[in-house]
Structure formats: structure tokens, C-alpha cells
């Protein structure tokens, strides 16, 4: 398996390479649509066609790259089950598994920072934790239906039970980190180390964050795959 | 072997991080100065002591975080053979090891963006390119005692003639790319594919880039192992 890690400056957004080198075809988790350009010149270059563009969940800090990517490629889109995107092209449910040659990703159900977001676990070895989990952090929860007590429940019972030399992926990070394991995050993330339910519910309420800058043309966009809303109109 | 890539966005620079779980002892390569917290606290939580602060060259973009750290933990600092930089523990030589437990660093001169820098492959597996080779381009040759013809040598003879396989990770990256392969280098890099040693002297020649703005600062500070020189005096 082909895995690649890219990284968008302006949202801070990490989107996932992954291809089966013997199929030559390739999904991309996350992608931002200012990277469609450089993630299709890769593709080329590796000599890979796009099977599929997977989201974690509905975007508030970056619009999608999956909408343009369809249009140029004949991708299929995929969004979590409950996502409101109707021109997704499938819904993914809990526990199951998007299969492409070698590679297996299974869905892991983790609302909290949205009502429908999902981590992808990659051939049981490394997790995409989307903005779950993020290295010694995670995601707000104070917009589009998110709920803390939700995301608590989420990551201590769906992600920090995975095995703790999984590889930690997130869809964002601030500091320049690129990996973790979940045993580190279960023994460091300052979140959730050392907190409980209540605790954590406490910290994330009072949080008091700016919305994101993108938020009012993002999440509208995103619910239609990407497509600004000008351009559909 | 523990293997961490670790990004500074103000410099774009990639420092590595690795490290023999089995010694609980660690390399970092490329450390910067205004990261030295945030590596310190990594090392810490992994529960690593820091072995070794290895630079591929005299940095002009960035501050090492080289002297800080050795103040901090009594590491060594390692620079190139013939790196003015008198301050450093030790100066390492072309096709020299630097080994640690399980890990073996072998230094590759890679002179070219500077008349002293080296490469590192760890392992056999992956090359740190420093600044002499990125993903998709080169460093620049117009200063440092720099010169394209002999980057094009160092590229063509010393590092294009690692296996195929060969992970390559860059000292910078500017759009967002973690990673590469020699193969897809040789094949897709427009700075070399394709170009001759003349074609690509003239092209360096004709960058006109603006000198770093931080490289009346970080030169002779490099020199000096990173210590700022109002430090010093």
C-alpha cells in the first residue's frame, strides 16, 4: 500500500493518500479544494487513478476538493452514514469496510465534533482520526450539532481501544506534529489524560472559540460535495 | 526505530526525530530554534534522551535549535566535515556512520547548496535530502559558497543512484508534501528530469530569489551551534 500525507497551510488540513500499487487506484481522505491541483498532479505522476474521495465529516474550515475531483476524475464520493450530503455517491455505516485491492478501511462511528463523523482505520495498522482526535488535542464541539460528552465517549471507547501502537493520523494539526500512536494520545493528550466525562464536558464548554473563518461558505458547500454554492445556482 | 517527522511552518522546515526504542536514546536532525519546547516535550513524553543534534548544513533560513538543546540535555552536536562551525562535538565525514543501538545514520556529502552540506540515510531505507534535494525541487545555490554545478553532481551521482525504493525526506517543503521516493524524484523532479548539467546551471542561475530574511541572523549564529551572538558576547 501507497500512504501519503498532505498537508494544506492555509486550513491546517491533513488529507490521506492511499493506494493499492498493484490496482493502480487510489482513495484521498479529506481532500481541500485548493490541493485538487497538486493531489491530481501526484496521481499522475504515481501513475494512480482516483477510486474514491472519502470524507470524515461535513467541513466547517475548508471546503472539500471531492466535488471537483468527481467532476475531473469519475471518483466516487463517499460521506459517513447521517451526513447531510445528498450528492454523496454512498453513505458509509459504522463497522463498515470500504475494500481496494490490499486495502481495507473500516468506519468507525465518532460523533462529538459533528452528529455523523467517522475514522477510518486503515488495514487495522494506523487510524485516521479526522477532528476526533487530533495529536495532544481534538476537535470543537460547539457547532453543527456537536456535543462533548458525545466526543468523550467517542474517543475513550471507540479509538483509545484500539491497540496502542496504532498509528494516529488526524485531519488537522497546529504544531508541526505528524503522527502519534493511540497509546501515546491515551497516556498524553492533555484533553482526555487524566479527565472524565464531566471534566472534559467543563473544558470544551468553556473553550469560547472564534467560528471558523470559512465556516458560513464551508458547511454549506460541503453538504453539496463540495460545489460553492455560486457555481451551482 | 522510532521515526517522526516534525514541521516548523514559520521556516517550512522538516526536523526528524529518531530514536532506538530498545536505548531509549535519540537523533534529531535539523532541530530549530523557536521548536526546541515543543521537541523537548516530545522527547520527554516518548521518554527518550536526546543522543545527538545532527545538521545536514549551515543553515540560512532558520536558527538551529542545536545549542539550546545541548545546553538543556548535554547532547552532542554533530555537524558536516568542513562546516565552520568549531563549536560543534564532533564533524562527520563523507560515508561516515553515526550509529545508535539499532539505527545507523550514514552521512552522503551532498555539497552543492553549500560547500559542506551532507545527506543522511538512516537505515538504508530513507534519506534526509536536506536541502540539497526536496520533493519536486532543490535548494538554492547563490549563496554559502553554493554552486549548481556541483548540487547537480551531488543529486545525480550521490543520491539518484540510491535504490528506487528509497524514502526521500526533505529538510523544506513548501506545498504541503510529507515524503517522496529516488525513483519518483528521478522521474518527476523538474529540476533534474530531463535536464542536463548545463541546462540546469543556467536555470539555477536565473532564479533571482531574494536572499532568506532571516539570514543575517541565522548564519552566524549557525556557525556558532545556534547561540544568538548577543548570547555570546
Known amino acids: 500500500m501507497l500512504f501519503r500525507q498532505l498537508y494544506d497551510s492555509e486550513s491546517s488540513t491533513y488529507t490521506y493518500l492511499l493506494a493499492d500499487l498493484e490496482l493502480k487506484e487510489a482513495i484521498l481522505i479529506d481532500p481541500v479544494l ?8 501526484l496521481l499522475k505522476e504515481l501513475g494512480l487513478s482516483l477510486g474514491y474521495c472519502l470524507e470524515t ?8 476538493g471531492t466535488g471537483k475531483l468527481r467532476e475531473l476524475t ?8 447521517n451526513a447531510k450530503a445528498d450528492c454523496a455517491n454512498r453513505h458509509i455505516q459504522d463497522e463498515e469496510d470500504l475494500e481496494l485491492g490490499s486495502i481495507v478501511v ?31 488535542g481534538c476537535g470543537r ?8 460528552g458525545i466526543l468523550y465517549d467517542s474517543v475513550t471507547s471507540r479509538l483509545f481501544t484500539l491497540p496502542d501502537a496504532t498509528l494516529v493520523y488526524p485531519a488537522h494539526d497546529y504544531r508541526g506534529q505528524t503522527v502519534s500512536t493511540i497509546g501515546e494520545e491515551k497516556q498524553w493528550n492533555p484533553r482526555f489524560a487524566g ?18 473563518k470559512k465556516m458560513m461558505e464551508a458547511v454549506p458547500a460541503n453538504e453539496k460535495c463540495g460545489r460553492k454554492l455560486a457555481t451551482i445556482e
Open 34 to 41: 485548493e490541493q485538487v491541483e497538486r493531489d491530481l498532479k
Open 57 to 64: 465529516h461535513i467541513h466547517a474550515d475548508h471546503i472539500t
Open 195 to 212: 479527565r472524565d466525562r464531566e471534566n472534559f464536558i467543563q473544558f470544551m464548554d468553556n473553550l469560547n472559540l472564534p467560528d471558523p
Open 106 to 136: 473500516e468506519a468507525i462511528a465518532t460523533p462529538g465534533h459533528t452528529d455523523s463523523h467517522m475514522a477510518y482505520l486503515v488495514n487495522g495498522e494506523r487510524v485516521l482520526t479526522g477532528d476526533a482526535l487530533f495529536i495532544r
Open 141 to 148: 464541539t460547539d457547532f453543527q450539532s456537536g456535543d462533548a
Open 74 to 81: 469519475g471518483c466516487m464520493g463517499i460521506v459517513s452514514a
